[in-house]
């Protein structure tokens, strides 16, 4: 699986940096070309020319040394790769890499790359214990990275516990069924809306609601993870970007039409979870506007019904419509799902607390244009994802048939 693949590999310092020569060896026997970043740490364990002498190419170890005039090294490097692999990965580099730090080669390249990353960490047991290092690893799992769990046994330090880091043909095995795991959605695009959309009243306020886009966060990173080529069109949100996804960022109800309309032909699934709001002032003004004795009074207008103009123009997009409500959830989910000519309707419940805006978990109900009617229990807004698109796949192919 891994022959011609473009593998980077980073190198952090710690003891276990050793076993990445062994890495670096067997991946260039599996037929891929290799690449290698070391920290300034791990030069302190392994000489750069051992791995240059094991993967026949140049070795990386700053971030200031621009081989190549014609190209940014960090930038060239990550668009390069088709993996990337972390082992040894220190709990230094783990929490450099959870929090966006950008301080040398191999961590700039990381934030640059769109490659899946690979991480095999490698400590003492305490320290993989230790409730900042399990807070970073569970971060970088949101963000998407991949990883080789480290195995038990006697450690460099003198003790013997889970830390040590899993050998070089173990690794490459994980790696490998990995990345002959079924891509349902490999070569299909798809494009999910993420969050509310803000309506200036004039210079100083706007209208908006409360969504915070991570079921659409949540949408695309699944759909990244099943093969396909993602874009996201979010609203103004405060979440991570998903890493291997196109995000588009737009602010207004008109620019998000705009955005998604114009690319809607292209697209084999589109997802529209973001609460686009209904009206917006009819009249803007660029000062502020003062107060006043008295009542305000504002005149709204509609914004274009997104969902409802892609339901006139589909061809043979999947189409889904999300609809966040508080009361009669089926009855108000049927009609939409008929009056926008939509292939599919997820329905939750905004009214409790326990999974609507901003909470971390959710609630679901889906019906489709085919006659399935599905509920998904409660549970992480990532769970809930991958269910829905279970749910989309074996619909898309039951209307194929």
Known sequence: MLNGKK????????????????LTSKLVQSGAEVKVIMTEGATEFVQPLTFQALSRNPVYTNAFDEKNPQKVAHIDLADWADIVILAPATAHLLGRIANGLADDMLTTTLLATTAPVYIAPAMNVHMYDHPAVKQN???????????????????????????????????IKVIENNESQAKPLKGKNVLITAGPTQESVDAVRFFTNHSSGKMGYSLAEVANELGANVTLVSGPVNQNPVSGVNIITVTTADEMFEVVNERFKDQDIVIKSAAVADYRPKEITNKKLKKQDGPLVLELERTKDILKTLGEQKENQYLVGFAAETDHLKEYGKKKLTKKNLDAIVINDIGNKEIGFKSEQNEVHVITKSGLDLSISKGPKHKIAKKLFEIFLDDMVGETN
């Not at 799992?141 to 040590?164: H, M, N, Q, W």
């Open 137 to 171: 690893l569970l971060t970088l799992e949101k963000y998407g990275y991949r990883f080789i769990e480290p195995g038990d046994g006697y450690l460099a330090c003198g003790y013997v516990g889970k830390g040590r880091l899993e050998e070089p043909e173990n690794i």
């Open 7 to 22: 593998v980077l590999l980073g190198v952090s310092g710690g003891i276990a940096a050793y076993k990445a020569c062994a």
